[in-house]
């Protein structure tokens, strides 16, 4: 029985799904093969789509000349997720080995639109680079009373989780899955990597709603995950202790494990954030972080699931004061005596920096640093630190120079055999992220994920046409303006030279220079009256710079080889220091912040000369985004200035004002 | 009948009227003459200081030398609140023409333990400078997201209120009226300023609430106000409008007006908070302040009832940018030009200080410039900027500079015509007050309330004599030792040389020196690499000085005359600025803050050395809170030397470490 496709609530965006995005496969006679429940799925588009736009679609059967499109599953040494597409005599053929493979390229003819339906096109095999490709939901069950129902969340309330309640609103997330499908996402962890005391109950007596959600996922090919306090045994099952090298934690986990796969059969596994930010781990028991992984892991194991173990672990009761402690190290101090330690079902997960998703650092050199460990690299689509969402702030070009750097002879993106993750921006906003445009940054994540080497500029156009599959050329080539440099445009009017952290305390939104910077987290940027920045280098520094292997040791350790993104991250200099630019740094400062309130402006003129091509509610919604965008850039422009005026005494070169 | 005098729950402190404190009158012979509900309440307490130290006290009936002392209500010519003292021939006596007036005669024989009844005493009158000494509550209803149970409250909960309810613990709120009226404190404004939804209903359906409340005042000479929202006729009434000029509007106010006085007789009047960081206010429609105040007199003048109207007008969404818009003149600004506008029993209430109860502020020049107008002044018992008591901060004399300072011919404590008003710092904690040595500003702020011009240090050692009645000397010069000096000490440790607002945005708790500085709120200190402090001369800045009257005006106006202690308030100056003291600016900040540190560290030391004569609980409690306040201090001396040592370059004359 093909399976209906999810019916999207009144007022509710299609985002990259709009019905037109399948005019091509629906005008078209389909021939599908298989069987299986993705199969099915598989059907239930096809169908959907012919009734819309009068095509036919048949179920079995012999392959014929009278068919325009072959779906056809039965295929072997595809894989799971693999798939091959080419045309020959006026039929496109997508053959793949099981029901999930048939999905994406079920997804990829529809990306083609009209091209796939032309000419002859040779043999294509598209497979995953990573087997794992999954959004991180920090969703809380519960309001939080300071972080809310979504923890940093910038797109509404949450999609599964309301009120400490289950929402039960299995349709929406069954069209989430399908989104998420169709840019290669094939999991989802549902809740807070901060494990609150309501949402530890998800393990055991809360797992129906978990079932529930997974059985939303299911049909789009998307396992589900949980995040779980290392701290259960104690929390949920009584016992005294959750020592994991305890037998009996250990046959707690299993238990709860066991009951988890009896309702979920397909369980991904577990998210653990442990020993971080004030989250339960092993060191309260002297044990080591692959100890506490493999325990999770070992409960795990039987049933093909994976624990997902956070590297993201520092002193976060820092003394501003003390500087010889440097959060940067943190995570390649406590993690790379360990590389080999983890068992095999066990991923470190891994921020892509080494600080917290700013809009600018170096590639985490944990990453190069555990060659006998499976890694998973951690990116963030939610926000949080690049405009929550109310500017726009395209991360594919961030993400893909993460995923080409190459640490020794490897890129990260082949470096992270665990798997890419997201952080999701989704919640029950109308348009799914708050911004619209933001909906671009969760297309090219799953695109990424799936080929870490593709250019990022190809998802976007991608995003744009099946966003808008009948849009003029004037509203797509002023889509791929605002939002190609919009990253860049970002980084500009906020904090220079990669030092970070210049934004107001707790919610990160606006600046604030000193915000954190006599604060217990780590994250300072030592300005002063003659320079700025962190002095990381081996020579005279904390010695970050030498955590990376060659040649990046070398070519941080240095501001003279440093380049110029990355400078203040590794060096403490004078205003007056020249950069690679020929500028000094201070008037790099002054010039960028205009520069980005400048490209602010333009980027809202070219938004606003699309009002008769845009869909009316969308543009309204973006219009009034980039009204606050603005507003927002003048203030970090103007407070960046007049910090580093007052500081350095320096007048801007070219005379421009200010406060 | 004598009243009963209520009963403290367990556990909770008796604060400076312990049972001890009664033992002098509780021994003696006592004649009461007179009647009424105040001289029953009179009763009640000798009744019970005889019950627990065996003395008599005999109702009515002829004077006799077998009293020891004679409490006689029915003098003349002493006033609701007057008495008189003497002792002669054996006998002390108090007269007074009202039972409130021999309730705060009786106290003070009270205060005056053995020596009420020692010797002869020749005939003291007393009678209150002032005829409104009030406390308000900034106490919310149901609990508010961001500001919670009681606004700027670091007592616990609300005495009043909890959880949207009205506690109903009415014994424990006579105990607080017993307190407040052995200080001199007679009403009391039992809801936060800032009227929201829930709080509104106080008005009209929820009045029983605050009939209760007024019925526990009552019987201790304490009169209850009630703050209102300005929009009460649109939120309460469904009126279209809240114009003060609107018959509708007028004669809803009589209504409700009319209602109140039904249920609550004596009731105090209205606190209004117009036009002010959001609350409603009569701008909206054209009006001005007086038409706005106005409009509540005529409802509540029938009855005797008062509308107390502050003053705390000023824009709060000011762009920081905006250096032409100076905070501190807002108040005079406003409403300087409705002098002699106001109706008789409206009353302006305007803060001490020009800007927000910072650790210093000159006197607000409103104070003096609107002879026509009955003025109260506002000061802040609960210690918002001064350590949220968490820190020891007495600020009797801070409270008593700013009384005692004449603006013309007349001093503030004279031109407070309108009253004395605190803001509470009392709550449902078991020592009332937080930090057990905080009761001392409550008490110290009715005395000061009663008598503008007393030596607050009197204060200080009645509240330590009645608190401590059998307190060895080393214990009452302990106690005097570390009090005294506190709000100097928390002054040098935290913002310097009359800058304020360096504290962390929202909590206002703890160091943050440009946590205020690209705000809305108007409160800037123009640090740079060259110097620090805001130009309010008439000369160059912009022009606040000049709203003072001579000598003030020409004092303030120059560095050269201006006090130290006010300098950076009213001008910008170098770092090497030379103060009256003959230290530069720099090297001031730097060693007040060494200095204001050492000095916690040496009340801290005193105070251990009392742990052998303190109550247990008390002295762990207060011990536990030095712990905090050093460690506070000591971040403030770090954040405030680095920031300015990084900003001036100067380093320290005498080498101290600076981070």
Aim: glycine fraction near 12%; proline fraction near 6%.
């Amino acid at each position: 029985m093909p399976l209906p496709v999810p019916v999207l609530p009144e007022g509710v965006d299609p985002a990259w799904l709009p019905p037109a995005a399948f005019r091509a496969v629906g005008g078209r006679r389909t021939l599908i093969r298989g069987s299986g429940p993705l199969v099915e799925t598989v059907h239930g588009e096809v169908a959907e789509a012919c009734r819309r736009f009068g095509g036919r679609v048949v179920r079995g059967g012999r392959v014929d000349a009278s068919y325009d499109l072959v779906l056809d599953a039965e295929a072997g040494g595809l894989g799971a997720e693999g798939f091959a597409e080419e045309r020959a005599g006026g039929t496109t053929t997508v053959t793949a080995s099981a029901g999930r493979g048939l999905l994406y390229g079920l997804f990829h003819v529809v990306r083609l639109q009209e091209a796939a339906f032309t000419g002859e096109r040779a043999r294509e095999v598209h497979r995953p680079a990573l087997a794992l490709r999954m959004l991180d939901h920090w969703d809380n069950v519960a309001v939080h009373p300071v972080m809310g129902q979504v923890e940093r969340g910038y797109a509404g309330g949450s999609l599964f989780w309301a009120d400490g309640r289950a929402r039960g609103e299995l349709e929406r997330v069954r069209a989430y899955g399908r989104l998420l499908a169709a840019c290669g996402v094939n999991a989802v962890c549902v809740n807070n990597v901060n494990v609150h005391e309501t949402e530890a109950h998800l393990l055991t007596d809360r797992l129906g709603d978990v079932a529930d959600l997974a059985g939303a996922f299911r049909p789009y090919g998307i396992r589900t995950h949980l995040a779980v306090s290392f701290a259960a045994p104690v929390l949920l099952g009584g016992l005294p202790t959750a020592d994991p090298l305890d037998a009996a934690v250990r046959a707690w986990w299993a238990g709860a494990v066991a009951r988890v796969y009896e309702v979920i059969p397909d369980f991904g596994g577990f998210v653990v954030k442990a020993d971080s930010e004030g989250q339960p781990g092993p060191f309260a028991y002297g044990r080591s972080h692959a100890e506490g992984a493999n325990t999770l892991a070992a409960a795990l194991a039987p049933y093909g699931g994976t624990v997902h173990w956070r590297a993201f672990v520092y002193d976060h009761r820092q003394d501003w004061r003390d500087r010889t402690t440097d959060r940067a190290r943190a995570a390649h101090d406590h993690f790379t005596p360990l590389d080999g330690r983890f068992a095999p079902n066990a991923v470190l997960q891994v921020k892509h920096g080494p600080m917290d998703f700013q809009v600018r650092e170096p590639v985490s050199p944990l990453i190069g640093a555990m060659p006998h460990t499976r890694l998973a690299v951690e990116l963030q689509a939610t926000q949080e630190y690049t405009g929550q969402q109310r500017h726009v702030c395209w991360l594919g070009p961030m993400w893909s120079e993460v995923l080409r750097f190459r640490l020794g002879d490897t890129s990260v993106g082949e470096l992270a055999r665990g798997g890419l993750v997201a952080v999701s921006n989704a919640g029950d906003d109308p348009f799914w992220t708050g911004h619209p445009l933001a909906q671009a940054n969760l297309y090219t994540f799953g695109r990424l994920a799936w080929a870490p080497d593709a250019d990022p500029g190809d998802a976007l156009d991608e995003w744009i046409g099946l966003t808008h599959p009948d849009a003029p050329r004037r509203l797509v080539s002023g889509l791929h303006a605002v939002l190609d440099g919009s990253w860049r445009t970002y980084e500009k009017y906020t904090a220079p030279l990669g030092v970070g952290w210049m934004v107001q305390p707790g919610h990160h939104y606006g600046p604030s220079v000193d915000g954190y910077e006599y604060s217990p987290w780590g994250t300072y940027h030592f300005a002063d009256r003659d320079g700025i920045g962190v002095d990381r280098s081996r020579a005279t520094g904390t010695g970050f710079a030498a955590q990376y292997p060659e040649p990046w040791a070398q070519v941080y350790e240095s501001p003279r080889t440093c380049p110029d993104e990355l400078l203040l991250f590794f060096h403490h200099v004078p205003y007056g220091h020249v950069l690679h630019s020929g500028k000094t740094v201070i008037q790099h400062i002054y010039d960028t912040h205009f520069e980005g309130v400048e490209e602010v402006e333009a980027a809202r003129r070219v938004w606003a000369s699309l009002g008769d091509l845009a869909d009316p509610a969308r543009h309204t919604r973006v219009a009034e985004r980039y009204e606050e965008q603005l507003r927002g850039a003048r203030e970090w422009r103007d407070q960046i200035n007049s910090y580093f005026f007052r500081n350095s005494g320096v007048p801007d070169a070219h005379g421009r004002r200010i406060h």
